[in-house]
């Protein structure tokens, strides 16, 4: 199943089902105006998405849309928590650079794991703001992995993740 986040002038955008081939989308306020909705409240949500989904790729949809990439927003343009373990060593000693400050020798050996800030990320196509290009611009490639309510001191045995 194949879900995006269209840009509609709201913070968290509009929830769309996109068309296995990417050509169509639906919007499906029915189910869930926006993925974090859907996401809220996964149990119910899913059956019915999928449903949707199967029907789009049946071209059995008739308020279908042509699906246009340039309208996504990041699939959760704010979360409600962003925590960043970040495995790429370059990139550690280029941010610490830029901030005049070492790499701790701890970061060698031990994984560095920290909040970030998440109340609006960019959307894939966005340009990003910098202030002054001549700092340059390194970036890094996100894995998100969106999982259900984890109790803090949850055992790591327990399934937390959704699929």
């Known amino acids: 199943m194949k879900l995006a986040t269209y840009h509609n002038h709201t913070r968290d955008g509009q929830l769309m089902v996109v068309s296995r081939d990417l050509t169509r989308a639906v919007a499906v306020p029915a189910i869930a105006a926006t993925l974090q909705g859907a996401l809220d409240n996964w149990a119910q949500a899913a ?15 008739p308020d279908e849309v042509a699906f246009d990439s340039g309208r996504c927003l990041s699939p959760l343009p704010r979360a409600y928590q962003w925590a960043d373990g970040s495995a790429y060593l370059n990139h550690v000693e280029l941010v610490r650079k830029a901030r ?7 970061f060698y050996t031990d994984p560095l794991m920290y909040q970030g800030g998440s109340d609006a990320f960019l959307a894939p196509t966005a340009g990003i703001p910098l202030r002054d290009e001549a700092w340059g ?15 803090l001191g949850a055992p790591a045995d327990e399934k937390h993740i959704r699929l």
């Open 47 to 61: 059956p019915r998405l999928q449903e949707v989904y199967a029907a789009l790729n049946q071209g059995k949809v």
């Open 100 to 106: 005049g400050a070492e790499v701790p020798e701890s």
């Open 137 to 151: 611009l390194d970036f890094e490639g996100e894995v998100a992995v969106v999982t259900g309510d984890v109790p």
